[in-house]
């Protein structure tokens, strides 16, 4: 059983950097596996990177977010972290973080969410 909140989002402009975080609530979250999502206007949700359970030692990332965007944990602060980096319009829209004790790396059927935050990117 786990919370989830996010923050960090806002409006930059392209080229910027932002940091996404979600905080988790729950005893065990270095048990589970974690990962953020994005939706923009009119589109499907589509999957940006996953993490790993435990040490966070296996990521996975969309293709078009590669070279650009980190994601991280600190199981201490029970945190997941998105560091978006050389952001471009096209990364515009509200992101999720997501947890489940089962790996669905960037597919959508992660148990817990959270209720997204906002990120614009204007050219």
């Known amino acids: 059983q786990v919370q989830l909140v996010e923050s960090g989002g806002g409006s930059v402009q392209a080229g910027g950097s932002l940091r996404l975080s979600c905080r988790a609530s729950?005893?065990?979250?270095?048990?589970?596996?974690m990962a953020w999502f994005r939706q923009a206007p009119g589109k499907e949700r589509e999957g940006v990177a996953a993490?790993?359970?435990?040490?966070?030692?296996?990521?996975y990332y969309a293709g078009s977010v590669k070279g650009r965007f980190t994601i991280s944990r600190d199981n201490a602060e029970n945190t997941l972290y998105l560091q978006m980096n050389s952001l471009k319009p096209e990364d515009t829209g509200v992101y999720y973080c997501?947890?489940?004790?089962?790996?669905?790396?960037?597919?959508?059927?992660?148990?817990?969410w959270g209720q997204g935050t906002q990120v614009t990117v204007s050219s």
């Open positions: 993490i790993s359970s435990g040490g966070g030692r296996t990521v």
């Open positions: 997501a947890a489940d004790q089962v790996w669905y790396l960037l597919g959508p059927s992660y148990r817990y």
């Open positions: 729950g005893y065990t979250y270095s048990s589970y596996y």
